[in-house]
């Protein structure tokens, strides 16, 4: 080891420098110069597992990124970036599923299986108990009660199966997540009395007919007696999707922004993985807002936004942190307009605006056939939107034609150089005009 006592510079000096082509200086102590090398042994042993790194994800893809998956299971960020570069190389992972999912994420053909242990709340020990108990019957499991009835549930504990339950791992039994979550404690009990009328010899007859196997639908009958609750309606989308975020760090079933992603095209929003060719440019994003950081002591806050295609951090400074403040909460769905930059070798949004998605509205202009091809009318048509648009970067209600009746009529997406500011406004104005107008929301709520 050697300590450096003082520093200077001692102009140029020919100075032997293994693993480098120039030379990096420093004096020690008596005048003595020494290299600050990179040991060749060292370099060449990080080339060689860069290389081996490189063969093996460009040659067995699959593997590799099971592999890593599996590594990163207790890492819930690492999980979601690397299956987001799995859609990107078109290798499928596969949502939990007790019947076919290991400990670790493990490759079938183009497609990975989902490791269990990457699920919140679920031990090492409950995951081994599941996988021996189906591997030595060799047989799936075919309800909650079948699946209570033959683990352990010394070892798997509810909590441990209700979190199963809530990512999906029992879907490809029953679905309906919502009852199966009601189902559980009754179950549960029936199963522990039913292991403990065995150990007495107090079987019922359809316990002894499973016990002989004599075929499938005695056994399948076996487990129509365990007991179940009042029948109700599964959980909603939205509640699905927030447990699996919980439990997993990401959406499994799909993503919240899938259902309106086709309605908001309209608005050309930018997808959050292409924002690195949007450097010092001014884009608007369909995101979810994942978190909020205040600052301390300024107007201001740190968000980090999500959309399907990945995440990325913004910065809302104290002139816009005043007009949004009351938009920045968790969860909300948003579109929000800003600048790319670069910031510490990290991509950011600087956020100007935003606005919820289900508030944003569209100006529908109906124009028949003789409208649409009168010069005078469109003239008229285009001072109108141009004097409501006014500042361009305000402006972000979009307008659209309906050209044609009937089955006739067809879309026509004005640019946003003739977006407006405000709907109700430019509605009014257009009847003035005498046109046709009215305003719709984006996004219509089912």
């Known amino acids: 080891m050697v300590k450096i006592i003082n520093r200077q510079s001692v102009g140029i000096q020919p100075v032997y420098d293994i693993g480098v082509q120039k030379d990096h200086n420093f004096v020690l102590a008596n005048g003595l110069i020494a290299s600050n090398c990179f040991n060749k042994s060292h370099s060449t042993a990080y080339a060689y597992v860069t290389y081996q790194t490189a063969y093996l994800k460009a040659n067995y893809p699959v593997e590799y990124m099971a592999a890593l998956l599996t590594a990163s299971s207790d890492k819930q960020d690492k999980i979601e970036k690397y299956r987001e570069n799995c859609q990107r190389m078109n290798i499928e992972v596969l949502p939990p599923d007790i019947n076919r999912c290991y400990l670790e994420f493990t490759p079938i053909k183009k497609q990975i299986l989902f490791g269990l242990a990457a699920i919140n709340g679920l031990g090492q020990k409950a995951i081994e108990s599941i996988v021996k108990t189906r591997e030595e019957t060799g047989e799936n499991f075919t309800s909650l009660a079948d699946f209570c009835s033959r683990i352990d549930l010394d070892e798997v504990q509810k909590k441990s199966i209700e979190n199963l339950i809530l990512v999906g791992a029992f879907d490809s039994i029953n679905c309906n997540r919502h009852q199966l979550t009601n189902d559980l404690e009754v179950a549960i009990n029936w199963a522990k009395k039913r292991a403990k009328d065995k150990e007495s010899g107090q079987m019922n007859l359809f316990d002894l007919l499973g016990e002989k196997k004599l075929d499938k639908t005695s056994q399948e009958n076996n487990f129509d007696q365990a007991p179940s609750t009042t029948p109700v309606e599964d959980f909603s989308l939205a509640e699905k999707l927030k447990k699996e975020k919980e439990l997993l760090g990401f959406y499994i079933s799909e993503h919240p922004l899938t ?7 309209i608005l050309s929003p930018i997808n959050l993985s292409d924002l690195e060719q949007k450097i010092n440019k001014r884009v608007s994003t369909v995101v979810i807002l994942i978190s909020v950081k205040k600052h301390p002591s300024k107007p201001m806050a740190f968000l980090t936004l999500e959309d399907i295609s990945g995440t990325t951090e913004a910065v809302v400074f104290p002139n816009t942190y005043e007009k949004i403040k009351e938009l920045l909460i968790e969860d909300a769905h948003l579109i929000v307009w800003g600048k790319v930059n670069r910031r510490d070798d990290k991509i950011q949004i600087v956020v100007d605006d935003a606005e919820p998605i289900e508030k944003v509205n569209m100006v529908m202009i109906r124009l028949n056939l003789q409208e649409a091809t009168d010069s005078l009318k469109q003239q008229n048509l285009k001072v109108i939107l141009q004097e409501q648009s006014g500042d ?22 004005f640019g946003q150089n003739y977006w407006v500011q405000n709907e109700h406004t430019t509605v009014e104005a257009l009847f003035h005009a005498g046109f046709s107008a009215y305003a719709v929301p984006l996004i219509v709520n089912s």
């Open 392 to 413: 361009k970067n305000k402006a972000k209600v979009p307008v659209i034609g309906i050209v044609g009746s009937g089955q006739q009529s067809q879309l026509v997406r």
């Open 259 to 265: 259902s309106i992603q086709n309605s908001t095209q």
